[in-house]
T-cell receptor, first 116, second 115 residues
């Protein structure tokens, strides 16, 4: 089975440019999570969706960040305009979440973003 | 406020011996705990989990122990193998409206297995 697929794997761009990160969750999973990993803050949750609906975006750092999930098999995380401090590895994860049981999240291999 | 803490940034263990990785948490609402393993340039890979109704869960060479009163969990790997060299993350969540929303991660422990 294919795991969580993220693209691109690496992105280098100049500050001020728009950046779009993409994620395809595992087929059948109903929850999708976006994380950011930095040296200073470790792995932190940005936003998560359940059944394509954003449930909690309290981790989104500021209005420059936005995320969408137009259907069950695709999500985007957009940064506009990008700044050097946005440089990090961004991970997408998915899980088959239910109300009464715990299921592990499965991660993609991440997008390493560098803003010059 | 670091709700999940891994106080040892690194650990070196001889091949064949037991590796013990520790994790402490502060939020008493956490009721589901996981360990992830991460290799460079890859995403975290789920290793093992434990629900708060248990105090031990075993899967092959990996065992997780949970001490709720001490708000402490540990991962035991025995015997340790060179392929176990990676960064290990502890994570926790609270069963609120859904199953596993808002995983909170520790900062990780880099395990090196010495051949």
């Amino acid at each position: 089975d294919a795991g969580v697929i993220q693209s691109p794997r690496h992105e280098v761009t100049e500050m001020g440019q728009e950046v779009t990160l993409r994620c395809k969750p595992i087929s059948g999973h109903n929850s999708l999570f976006w994380y950011r990993q930095t040296m200073m803050r470790g792995l932190e949750l940005l936003i998560y969706f359940n059944n394509n609906v954003p449930i909690d975006d309290s981790g989104m750092p500021e209005d420059r960040f936005s995320a969408k999930m137009p259907n069950a098999s695709f999500s985007t995380l957009k940064i506009q305009p990008s700044e050097p401090r946005d440089s990090a590895v961004y991970f997408c994860a998915s899980s088959s979440e239910t109300e009464y049981s715990n299921q592990p999240q499965h991660f993609g291999d991440g997008t390493r973003l560098s803003i010059l | 406020d670091q709700q999940v803490k891994q106080n040892s940034p690194s650990l070196s263990v001889q091949e064949g011996r037991i590796s013990i990785l520790n994790c402490d948490y502060t939020n008493s609402m956490f009721d589901y705990f996981l360990w992830y393993k991460k290799y460079p340039a890859e995403g975290p890979t789920f290793l093992i989990s434990i629900s708060s109704i248990k105090d031990k869960n075993e899967d092959g060479r990996f065992t997780v122990f949970l001490n709720k009163s001490a708000k402490h969990l540990s991962l035991h790997i025995v015997p340790s193998q060179p392929g176990d060299s990676a960064v290990y993350f502890c994570a926790a969540s609270a069963l609120l409206n859904f199953g596993n929303e808002k995983l909170t991660f520790g900062t990780g422990t880099r395990l090196t297995i010495i051949p």
